[in-house]
């Protein structure tokens, strides 16, 4: 007879030993999931749909910087950024915490323990492995934001040295502030998922970084997508991947996160109507590059609330983030004396930066008692009793803004000193094939306009030729 000490574990009825009494197993999946779904947002997602909103000549280019911010930005997580964000805080004063400690989290003892965020007192069921790629993926998509700002001008080698350092130096303070128990937090300032800790970092960041790397090519400043179908699926990667987004930031497989992916969904659709329906009345036309707009700013608006409203208040944040966000971008940022000459190419800022406050300073108005129990018990807007919250609100994006601005300009300055910002005349007019060896569609690998205009005039006799010879052979 066989003994039951000689079955193996897994025939024996009882759970295998990577499987922890704390670990609870549907939250771990799902979060392993949604932590997917927000990497594919960055890649492809984004290079899709940042590599077809830009100029052919740069498509490889773009695609690159986006690529390049997701791969850095795993390294220095794990060697520091991520402790630094959620680790136990180094810098205290009096009771605030104001900054964690910016140490490896590689060992065995850290990546097979139990997820905890000490100076928040969270101690989710989950691998801490799990939360740290979760938080990656996020740290990662903020940067890589960032690009649609400086598309088809910025030099790749002063790229590769601002990702690591804001990183590290903007976004795992402002992360720990927030989310890694910090001193916004322990204040009350709230930010469900990334409205002011993504969104309005990265939108802030991107308009300084315009500012200070310059102009596109005078020839070139006009936005020229080159590939609107790559777009779309790109758009369509960035919005189901929100769901994971916003979804995921409950920590476990709980009522929170589905009520976050509605609310997020919701408020989506009614900014694309919102956005289309304001296209119409002022331009007389919806286009499709104003519903990706429209989109992307939804999605950001509702994302500092996604899990403390319900779905009416889901519905007015959508509305008001439409409407400030394509305000913003179509009538304010490329149009006023102040911003016009700073070359945000695909509006980063307004579509990011603009709607990330408003979402978070909504939240302070519509944060539900009967939703937030769920999440953050004792959370509450000032349309149920505190308006407190809304000043609170106000004071986090402040301060977010206010360091964003200081750190991205000192570390650009420093940056300068040793590479120039901007990709020299002669890159610029070239594009792919002289930044990076290679061309994104082979037809139009050419190292000159004048090589280009000759092969457009070969394709068009070519065009001529085919179609004379078709008339002749129907009239034989």
Partial sequence: MIAKADIPPNLSGYPPASVSPWLDTGSNAWMLTAATLVGLQSVPGLMLLYGGMTKRKYAINTMMMVLYAFAIVLVIWVLAGYMFAFGPPSVRIGSFYILGTPIPALTSNVITSQASVPAAQQYPNIAMSTLMFFQFVFAAITPALMVGALIERMNFKAWMLFVPLWSLLVYSPIAFWLWGGGWLAQLGVVDFSGGYVIHVDAGIAAFVAAAMVGERLVEERRLQPHNLTQVAAGLGLVWLGWNGFN?????????????????????????????????????????????????????????????????????????????????????????????????????????????????????????????????????????????????????????????????????????SKITPLKASIEALRIGDREMHGEVAYDEFAFATQGDAERAAAGIVVSVISTTNNMTNTRKE
């Fill in 247 to 415: 979804g995921g930031d409950p920590y476990g497989s709980t009522i929170d996160a589905a009520i976050a992916v509605i609310n997020t969904n919701l408020a989506t659709a009614v900014v694309v109507v919102t956005w289309m329906i304001l296209d119409m009345a002022y331009f007389n036309k919806p286009t499709f590059t104003g519903a990706v707009s429209g989109a992307v700013a939804g999605l950001v608006g509702i994302t500092p609330a996604a899990g403390y409203v319900n779905g009416i208040g889901a519905i007015i944040i959508g509305a008001v983030s439409s409407a400030t966000a394509w305000y913003s971008l179509n009538m304010l940022q490329f149009r006023s004396s102040f911003t016009k000459h700073i070359d945000d190419a695909l509006g980063v800022f307004s579509d990011h930066a603009v709607p990330g406050i408003v979402g978070g300073i909504l939240t302070g108005v519509f944060a539900d008692p009967n939703i937030t129990k769920y999440v953050d018990p004792g959370l509450r807007g000032a349309l149920y009793g505190n308006p407190y919250q809304v000043i609170l609100q106000l004071l986090g994006v402040i301060v977010v803004i206010a360091y964003d601005v200081l750190m991205t300009y000192l570390i650009l300055k420093l940056i």
